[in-house]
């Protein structure tokens, strides 16, 4: 029987993960459902907020649904997000070999990944140690204002070659 703490941590950190701005952007322009990332996020939550493995038709419990979701439900939809993601790693991979994607296309996104990577580290900090919060609170803000900027300008199709 799961743990009702660990139900709760788990669904209080799915809603703060997914309620995100910077998590919906990424989301919403990415291959996986939102059912899928929930269940993905839980897969890799439960383990590790429970420091022992669950079952699958416990982590099946800690969906947001209102529904019971079956074992075999939440087995299928976490096999069709972890194919969604070799996918699009495997579309990235042939645009390159294929030379549809140059490293100078790609640049945006690695810099894109970076700001994130700095976004999440600052909050990070913020969130463990505190200090000097009004000046943090104010990077943060702006990190995440120019990060939404990045992503929503990144996230519209590639400009076609007239002829």
Do not use: C
């Not at 993905?40 to 022992?52: F, Q, R, V």
């Amino acid at each position: 029987m799961i743990n009702l703490s660990l139900k709760k941590n788990v669904r209080n950190w799915l809603k703060l993960s997914l309620g995100d701005p910077i998590a919906k952007i990424l989301a919403n322009n990415s291959h996986l459902t939102m059912t899928q990332l929930e269940t993905l996020l839980i897969d890799a939550l439960a383990d590790n907020m429970a420091s022992k493995h669950v079952k699958y038709d416990e982590k099946a419990k800690l969906r947001q649904t209102k529904a019971a979701v079956s074992r075999g439900s939440f087995n299928r939809t976490l096999r069709q997000a972890k194919k969604n993601v070799i996918q699009s790693i495997y579309t990235i991979l042939l645009l390159g070999y294929l030379g549809l994607i140059e490293n100078t296309d790609l640049y945006p996104y690695l810099e894109a990944s970076n700001k994130l990577k700095a976004y999440t580290t600052t909050l990070a900090d913020f969130m463990t140690h505190k200090k000097g919060a009004k000046e943090q609170l104010r990077i943060i803000e702006t990190l995440r204002l120019e990060l939404e900027t990045t992503l929503n300008s990144l996230s519209k199709p590639w400009k076609t070659v007239s002829m």
